[in-house]
C-alpha cells in the first residue's frame, strides 16, 4: 500500500505540473493552433496511476481546460471559426481515445482475471474430487488386497487341515490294522484252537454234534 500510494502522488505531481504548464501554453496561443492536443500528455501519464479511474478524472479535467482555452485563448481574425472548432473537436479525440482504450483494456483483463480465478476454482474443485476418488480407489484395492490375503490364508489352513485329516486317517488306518492284526486275528486263531481241541473231545457225541462244531471251526 505505501509503494502504490507514492507512485500515486508522483503520477499526480507529474498530471498536474504538466497539466498546468499546457494550460498557460493554451491561452497564450491563437486559437488556430492545435496546441491542445498536447493535453494528451498528462492524460498518458495518468494512466500509470495505480487507480483506475484516475485516467478518466485528468481527461475530464483537461476536457474543461480545453474548453476554458477556447474562450481565453488570443482569437485573430484572419481565420475561419470552424477551424478552432475542428482543432478543438479533432483534441477531444485524441485525448480520450487512449482513455477509452485502456479502460476496454483493462476490462478484458479483469474478465480475464476473474475467468482465471473461476477456472482455478474449477481445478481446485476437480482435484479435492478426483483426490477423494484416489483415496477411494486406494481404500478399495487396500480392502481387495486384504481380502485376497484373508483368502489365501484361508486356503493355506484348507490345505494344512487336509493334511493333518489325511495324516489322521492314515494313522487311525495303521491303529485298526494293528488291532485287527494282532487283537482280534490272535482272539480267532485261539478260537479255531479251541474249537479243534472241542472238537477231539467231542469225538463220541452225536453225528450232528460234530457237524455244528465243525461248522463253527
Known amino acids: 500500500p505505501m509503494l502504490i500510494q507514492i507512485r500515486q502522488e508522483i503520477v499526480a505531481s507529474g498530471v498536474i505540473a504538466l497539466t498546468v504548464g499546457l494550460f498557460i501554453v493554451d491561452i497564450n496561443t491563437p486559437l488556430g493552433i492545435a496546441s491542445q492536443v498536447l493535453y494528451i500528455g498528462p492524460v498518458l501519464l495518468a494512466l500509470f496511476s495505480p487507480h483506475r479511474w484516475f ?95 484373508s483368502l489365501e490364508a484361508s486356503r493355506r489352513e484348507l490345505r494344512q487341515l487336509a493334511s493333518q485329516l489325511l495324516l489322521v486317517q492314515e494313522a487311525e488306518r495303521r491303529r485298526i490294522s494293528r488291532d485287527l492284526h494282532d487283537d482280534i486275528n490272535q482272539q480267532m486263531a485261539l478260537l479255531a484252537v479251541d474249537i479243534e481241541a472241542l472238537e477231539r473231545q467231542l469225538s463220541d457225541a452225536p453225528v450232528g454234534t460234530l457237524r455244528a462244531a465243525r461248522a463253527i471251526q
Open 55 to 149: 485516467p478518466v478524472i485528468v481527461a475530464s479535467l483537461v476536457t474543461i481546460l480545453t474548453a476554458f482555452g477556447t474562450l481565453l485563448s488570443p482569437r485573430p481574425y484572419d481565420i475561419p471559426s470552424w477551424v478552432p472548432l475542428a482543432n478543438r473537436a479533432f483534441s477531444m479525440v485524441v485525448i480520450w481515445t487512449p482513455v477509452w482504450y485502456f479502460s476496454q483494456r483493462r476490462k478484458h483483463e479483469e474478465q480475464l482475471r476473474q475467468l482465471n480465478e473461476e477456472l482455478e476454482l474449477r481445478v481446485r474443485a476437480r482435484t479435492r474430487e478426483l483426490a477423494a476418488v484416489n483415496e477411494s480407489l486406494v481404500a478399495e484395492v487396500s480392502e481387495r488386497m486384504r481380502t485376497e490375503q
